[in-house]
Every structure is written in C-alpha cells, then in structure tokens.
C-alpha cells in the first residue's frame, strides 16, 4: 500500500530510487494516464484511449498497455521495450502536492514534492540519490520534480481538451473483440475513442476552434494510435508461445 510524504533532506536523505523498469516495481499496469502534450509519443508506442473516473465521472486520456488487469505488454526481462515510457509512469514514486503556507493561511499553496516510502522503488544501498553531500537536489531529483510540473499542467490541459470533445460530442464507447493464436476470444470494453464520423461532420467554425486550441492534431494522433492495438495483439499472441 503507498504511504505518501512529504520529501525532505531532513527526513529522506539517505534514499535512493530504482529506476529499472519491472513487475517487481510496480509497472505491470494495463494502462497509463497521458495528456494531450505528449501525445506525438506516446501514439508512436501505444494505442490512446479514453476512460471515465469512477468517482468524480471525468474522462481522461490514457495509453493503453495490455488487455488484463495487472498486464503490461512492454515489459520483457530487459525492461521496457518502448521508446517511449509515459511520464505517469515515469513520476514514480513521487507525486506533487499542495501545502498551505503556516504563515500566510489564506494565500495561494505552495507546490510540494511527495514521495512513497512504501514503493519497491524506494533503497538505501541502490539507484539514484536524491540529494547530494550539501544537501541539493541530485541532477535526477531536478529532473523528477521538472516532470512533476509538467504533470500538474498536463492535467489542467486534459481538462480542457476533454471539455472540447465533450462541446462537439466526439467521444463514444466502444468494445473490441479480440481473437488470439490460441483462439480464445477477448474482449476490451470500458473504453471511449473518438466518433470520426461526427469529427468529419464537424463545421470549419468548429474545426478552426480546435486547431486554435492546438487539439485537432491531439484528436488525429488519438484516431492514429488505433493502429498501435495490432501492436499489442502480436505482443500478446507472442506471450502465449
């Protein structure tokens, strides 16, 4: 179970992360969150869909990793066979968090950094140190805390762009029905894409609105990622010898 807190030299100066890629840390996942920004790499690797939260019922994006739960199909016994890792994966084991500042309780938070200390990931005797001799933040925690932010607008951006789908009604559900070598049938289903027939259908007014807002590209990338299912079918077939 994760246990988040506050990272701190004082408290988490001897921590080391691993950054190997696995099963063993935590990385057999059927998907990923992603945002519109890194879509261009994620459509080279994996195919981009679409879920709904069950608590609060907001869609977001996601790359999709395997047809099980628990499944990752990039994983081999060499680590992550993609060129590209999404940066929900990447962030791993830390998180960003808001803290009020105790002397001005009314003011705007402070972003923070969280880290699990519960994560497999989580050493004293190997991978990257997080802060250096002095006390500064390693060159890797630098970078972590980088993505971290980006994470943070990535949401903000999903929101809108998920929003813009929603006004010109582009998302529907679907469900796939997959055959493998073995012939035993598969099928995904709780997922949404995007309605390319109600996309095409779409006025110029529309169209230009959602170039402006740099989403027309994001939406095509989604509707190219379709093909990356194929990908994930051979993977799949090839696991089962």
Do not use: C
């Not at 140190?129 to 002095?134: C, E, G, K, P, Y």
């Not at 809108?160 to 006004?167: D, Q």
């Not at 049938?185 to 997922?191: D, I, Q, T, W, Y």
């Amino acid at each position: 179970m994760s246990k988040y807190l506050l990272l701190s030299h004082s408290n988490h100066a001897g921590l080391k992360v691993i950054t190997e890629r696995g099963a063993a840390y935590g990385d057999s996942q059927m998907h990923a969150m992603t945002f519109p920004f890194e879509f261009r790499d994620i459509e080279s690797n994996y195919p981009i869909f679409f879920a709904k939260d069950g608590e609060t019922g907001q869609f977001y994006p996601l790359a999709l990793l395997g047809f099980e739960r628990d499944e990752n199909l990039y994983l081999n016994d060499s680590g992550w066979d993609a060129t590209y890792i999404p940066l929900m994966v990447e962030r791993n084991p830390f998180l960003i968090g808001f803290q009020q500042s105790a002397n001005d309780p009314e003011g705007e938070k402070t972003p923070v950094v969280s880290i699990d200390i519960e994560s497999p990931r989580i050493s004293e005797t190997e991978g990257e140190a997080l802060f250096s001799d002095s006390g500064e933040p390693t060159e890797y925690l630098q970078k972590v805390m980088q993505n971290l932010q980006t994470i943070h607008q990535g949401h903000e951006q999903s929101k809108v762009f998920v929003a813009a789908l929603l006004e010109h009604d582009l998302l529907e559900g679907f469900n796939l029905n997959i055959t493998l070598n073995d012939g035993s049938n598969n099928r995904l289903e709780g997922f949404y894409t995007i309605n390319e027939e109600k996309l095409a259908a779409l006025q110029p007014e529309a169209l230009g609105a959602l170039h402006a807002q740099g989403f027309l590209q994001a939406i095509y990338m989604v509707i190219a990622s379709f093909s990356r299912v194929t990908v994930l079918i051979n993977r799949k077939n090839a696991t089962l010898g």
